[in-house]
């Protein structure tokens, strides 16, 4: 009984801060259900580095973390130094684009990453009373909303892969999310946001030595997960390096796998999986497999469960869209927009002429989806399976590994230049 109420309290809890979060703000990774849709209609459908700008401030430094946005703050991460030794977490007026307060902190060794990955790859998270930031091997920080430290864990390990860091934390509740990947030691835990305090703690299994698997192929993941609510129960879901996981957000217990990350090229996932109802749908990276699953149940539920696989896909960094059974997903290795039926795998159609690669996610209004590939130009589209219908593709002309966020009538949007606020004036 004890763990059913837990359970029926912390979805409350759930989707009382999510409510908070829901009227317009965009408070963590992929919004405020993680899961990049958001009831903010109204945006913007029409601008250019000229148009439409309601103001743009320079960051100093490209980094692949996406803005976040609550009340009338925005909160994005950055490095301060080329060497990623001095990692920060920036506050900026919504309205005016002006920084209130940058905090960093700092870490005394060069860590290794990837040039397409530059230090501050991570995106914040806020409850709207305190905004977490993880800086990987630096740690997990949490501040108040005037920049005040609450708490900070530095005592997590060291998180050292050849490509760098990218998960980003999510708030659920109570409780911080965090997928730690990738690296030697690879953990998804919860921490009470009032204290910082571990509260569950999951060590994955991890085959090879973080870098590359025993058959010498390249392994790891940088999937954020998503919150989910699996047969009335919270759970999050994530991509790890050989199989999707969902685990219970009070108790920390796995209640169920799928195998099929995994593929040819090695064992990598970059993009978050695609939940709606009981399908997932997931994709690996480096060109590896898609496949999807029904949620049913507890345990592994690859060999009863798995719908379909198909071994090769486009690259997948950016996540895509899950809507009505149909999955929408943006090519990184080739400039791509996919639709396809989430139940089947069954290609419904597929459009070659939309622009560069993507490396950001798709957002979505309720209306219109908006991805903006690394040139800075933002797509947008009308989600359908009958072909794509496209409403607009604006330019800001300036490179972006990033996810726009839907705020309170506006996007703001992350590029490796400047934080744009676009909108109506």
């Given at each position: 009984?004890?763990?059913?109420?837990?359970?029926?309290?912390?979805?409350?809890v759930y989707m009382v801060a999510a409510g908070v979060c829901v009227a317009g703000d965009?408070?963590?990774?992929?919004?405020?259900?993680?899961?990049?849709?958001?009831?903010?209609?109204?945006?913007?459908?029409?601008?250019?580095?000229?148009?439409?700008?309601?103001?743009?401030?320079?960051?100093?430094?490209?980094?692949n973390g996406s803005p976040i946005v609550v009340g009338n703050k925005v909160f994005e991460s950055l490095a301060d130094d080329d060497e990623g030794k001095q990692r920060s977490l920036i506050c900026l007026d919504a309205q005016?684009?002006?920084?209130?307060?940058?905090?960093?902190?700092?870490?005394?060794?060069?860590?290794?990453?990837?040039?397409?990955?530059?230090?501050?790859?991570?995106?914040?998270?806020?409850?709207?009373?305190?905004?977490?930031?993880?800086?990987?091997?630096a740690g997990l920080f949490a501040y108040d909303l005037n920049g005040k430290l609450r708490w900070s864990r530095t005592d997590l390990g060291e998180f050292r892969h050849m490509w760098g860091y990218g998960a980003s934390p999510i708030i659920l509740g109570d409780r911080v999310i965090l997928h730690s990947g990738p690296g030697k030691r690879v953990f998804v835990a919860a921490f009470e946001i009032?204290?910082?305090?571990?509260?569950?703690?999951?060590?994955?299994?991890?085959?090879?030595?973080?870098?590359?698997n025993?058959?010498?192929?390249?392994?790891?993941?940088?999937?954020?997960?998503?919150?989910?609510?699996h047969e009335g129960r919270q759970v999050v879901v994530c991509s790890m390096a050989k199989r999707v996981c969902a685990w219970d957000v009070a108790s920390g217990k796995v209640v169920w796998t799928c195998d099929g990350i995994a593929g040819p090229k090695?064992?990598?996932?970059?993009?978050?999986?695609?939940?709606?109802?009981?399908?997932?749908?997931?994709?690996?990276?480096?060109?590896?497999?898609?496949?999807?699953?029904?949620?049913?149940?507890?345990?592994?539920?690859?060999?009863?469960?798995?719908?379909?696989?198909?071994?090769?896909?486009?690259?997948?960094?950016?996540?895509?869209?899950?809507?009505?059974?149909?999955?929408?997903r943006i090519g990184a290795g080739a400039a791509v927009l996919e639709c396809i039926e989430g139940a089947t795998g069954k290609l419904l159609w597929r459009d070659r002429g939309v622009g560069v690669n993507y490396w950001g996610s798709i957002s979505f209004n309720g209306k219109l989806a908006y991805a903006t590939d690394q040139k800075g130009t933002t797509l947008v589209f009308e989600?359908?399976?009958?072909?794509?219908?496209?409403?607009?593709?604006?330019?800001?002309?300036?490179?972006?590994?990033?996810?726009?966020?839907l705020a309170n009538g506006r996007i703001y949007i992350r590029t490796d230049?400047?934080?744009?606020?676009?909108?109506?004036?």
């Open positions: 009984m004890r763990v059913i109420v837990i359970r029926v309290v912390l979805c409350v965009w408070p963590m990774f992929r919004g405020p259900h993680g899961n990049g849709i958001t009831n903010e209609p109204g945006t913007a459908t029409q601008w250019s580095a000229t148009e439409n700008v309601i103001w743009k401030t320079p960051l100093g430094r490209p980094g005016t684009g002006q920084q209130l307060w940058s905090r960093t902190e700092s870490y005394s060794e060069k860590m290794p990453t990837h040039q397409t990955n530059p230090y501050g790859g991570t995106t914040p998270a806020c409850d709207g009373k305190t905004v977490v930031v993880w800086h990987a091997s009032a204290t910082g305090k571990t509260l569950w703690n999951h060590d994955e299994p991890i085959e090879g030595n973080g870098e590359t025993p058959g010498g192929q390249y392994m790891g993941s940088w999937a954020t997960p998503v919150p989910f609510l090695g064992d990598l996932a970059y993009s978050s999986p695609l939940c709606e109802k009981d399908l997932c749908v997931a994709n690996a990276g480096y060109n590896g497999p898609a496949f999807a699953f029904r949620m049913i149940g507890t345990g592994d539920l690859t060999s009863q469960y798995r719908l379909w696989r198909n071994e090769q896909n486009p690259q997948s960094i950016g996540t895509g869209l899950l809507r009505d059974g149909i999955a929408y989600p359908s399976r009958d072909g794509l219908k496209q409403v607009a593709a604006n330019k800001l002309d300036e490179p972006c590994n990033t996810t726009p966020a230049n400047n934080l744009w606020c676009i909108g109506s004036k």
